[in-house]
């Protein structure tokens, strides 16, 4: 850990007093300092730079922000990322506004302050708190640190039970706590708790209800609505606006699970059951029974509680049919995963037909037309058995090319050898390298104490060689990237070798085998079959990282 210089020294500093200290600073935002003023990052950020003007031993490392994080957990990816540049070795102090802002948990805080930090020599600073670890007579250590930290997590607890009291309070009252109105409705303009009829939805509603009503099976009604070109719910809801994030959107086509979802659903009947799911440890889980809470007439319903009821019922018994019904297992699917459709680029189904003689005939083919949409693709169909066969074929032709391409692996070794010996060279002249701009630096902060150097002086020549540290850093890991680049590749050849051996031997595919040499594989119409593999691209890397580190 840097060393800090002495106080009240009248002498000018020698350089062994004044090493300069990597420093991180820590701004964390919750969602309830929001709404108070003095906690925003802005005003972090200004305290904490304060601090910093006319201390130039601390160097900025980087900082860290968590915006809108609670501060009653350490799950927060700005402080995760902290901690990894803490374990290697890039930093030297921590700086915060306060004690809240590293956490509002006594335990979990005090781990980190009175543990954590002392294990890995780090320097930690709370500056509104005038709390410093390098001040061994900081009145905040022993008792003080605790009894602050148990009161900022009282606080974070009594913050978040009033939220959780306030929404169970709300849902009592009928109104809608939902961060979206379900599909069918959307929110009042005028209170964002109540549910108005969205018309061209509810009519959808209304349809998927009826023909469950009808008993049709819920893969009819989703190839149904495709085929009427019907929006799906996000669509929908990114059509109104209520959706804008892509990742939100989906493919647009109507699925099983979503038809489901909605024929679940009693807010379509006019009543609102909520506090299905709950919170535990940071995850949302579904809630037991006793967690509901249904209130009735809040809105306006789309069907009626007996239609509702009668294709609860019906969805029930054609469960309970099914689990009954007894089925033989199917033989392990070592494809899982990989086959796709290559016109509609769906996931192949796998599909058994039971022979009275001889053994079952396993075929793959595309769902999209009996699922999804008559005529949304071409349709592709393949026995298990001519796809082995097809595979196999191809993966030992690949396989024999690769090993080809790339024997000089093995071949060269003292080659080999001498490259890898070049690149510990490189890195080790280039750690040397860095190690001698630190100590320029020092010195700089050492002559600039004594004024040697003016202010202007001393921090244009500290950002030039604090420049060059940072490219030598960057080489050093592309180095040491190519370096392990290098022994993984070899590794990877000699398994290349015994996966040939065997496949050569045993002509047996196993899932095991599949999943190691195979990305993805695609089936035509007319059964052409396209196979990526997974080794082609490693070896494809390994060329980049070497010709990258010849380029230092």
Request: hydrophobic share 35%; net charge neutral; aromatic share 8%.
């Amino acid at each position: 850990m840097a060393r800090k210089s002495r106080k009240n020294q009248t002498a000018a500093p020698v350089c062994d007093t004044s090493i300069y200290i990597r420093t991180a600073l820590y701004i964390r935002l919750s969602v309830e300092d929001n709404k108070k003023r003095g906690h925003s990052i802005g005003n972090q950020k200004l305290v904490l730079e304060n601090f910093l003007a006319g201390r130039p031993e601390f160097v900025v490392y980087n900082t860290y922000v968590d915006n809108g994080a609670t501060g009653t957990n350490f799950h927060r990816p700005g402080f995760q990322q902290m901690l990894s540049d803490i374990e290697a070795g890039l930093i030297d102090c921590v700086i915060v506004k306060d004690l809240s802002r590293l956490g509002r948990n006594s335990i979990d805080t005090g781990y980190y302050i009175e543990q954590y930090f002392r294990a890995h020599q780090i320097r930690f600073i709370a500056l509104t708190d005038q709390f410093d670890t390098a001040d061994a007579s900081n009145l905040h250590g022993g008792i003080m640190l605790p009894l602050k930290n148990m009161i900022n997590e009282a606080y974070a607890l009594d913050i978040g039970r009033k939220i959780k009291a306030q929404a169970r309070q709300a849902m009592k009252d009928g109104e809608y706590i939902g961060a979206r109105a379900p599909y069918g409705y959307r929110k009042d303009p005028e209170n964002c708790h109540k549910l108005l009829i969205d018309p061209e939805a509810a009519e959808v509603v209304f349809q998927i209800f009826q023909w469950a009503y009808e008993h049709v099976g819920l893969n009819d009604i989703a190839r149904r609505l495709n085929e009427q070109g019907i929006q799906t719910p996000s669509h929908r809801k990114r059509a109104t606006g209520e959706i804008t994030h892509e990742n939100l959107i989906g493919s647009g086509k109507w699925q099983t699970r979503t038809v489901a979802k909605i024929l679940d659903s009693e807010v379509y009947t006019g009543d609102l059951v909520q506090g299905k799911t709950k919170i535990v440890d940071h995850q949302q889980v579904q809630a037991d029974e006793d967690n509901l809470i249904i209130a009735t007439n809040t809105h306006e319903a789309i069907i009626s509680h007996e239609v509702f009821e009668e294709v609860k019922a019906y969805r029930r018994q054609v469960c309970e049919e099914s689990k009954a019904h007894e089925v033989d297992p199917y033989t392990p699917n070592i494809f899982k995963g990989k086959v796709f459709c290559a016109h509609c680029g769906g996931s192949l189904h796998r599909q058994r037909n039971k022979r009275k003689k001889g053994s079952d005939v396993y075929r793959f083919h595309c769902l999209t037309n009996s699922r999804t949409e008559r005529g949304g693709c071409l349709g592709v169909s393949l026995t298990e058995k001519d796809l082995l066969s097809a595979v196999i074929a191809i993966l030992q032709q690949e396989l024999t090319v690769a090993l080809g391409n790339y024997s000089f692996v093995l071949e060269a070794e003292v080659k080999r050898k001498k490259e890898r010996d070049d690149l510990k060279a490189g890195i080790s002249a280039k750690k040397q390298e860095i190690d001698r701009n630190r100590r320029f630096v020092r010195g700089l902060y050492e002559n600039f104490v004594q004024k040697v150097l003016t202010s202007e002086e001393y921090f244009t020549m500290k950002k030039d060689y604090e420049a060059v540290i940072a490219k030598l850093s960057d080489e050093i890991s592309t180095l040491e990237n190519g370096l392990a680049v290098m022994d993984a590749q070899l590794a990877k050849y000699k398994e290349l070798e015994q996966d040939a051996k065997v496949l050569e031997k045993d002509h047996t595919l196993t899932a095991a085998l599949i999943d190691r040499l195979i990305e993805r594989i695609e089936i035509t119409h007319d059964k052409e079959i396209r196979v990526s593999f997974r080794f082609k691209s490693e070896f494809e890397e390994y060329g980049k990282a070497v010709e990258q580190c010849r380029n230092l």
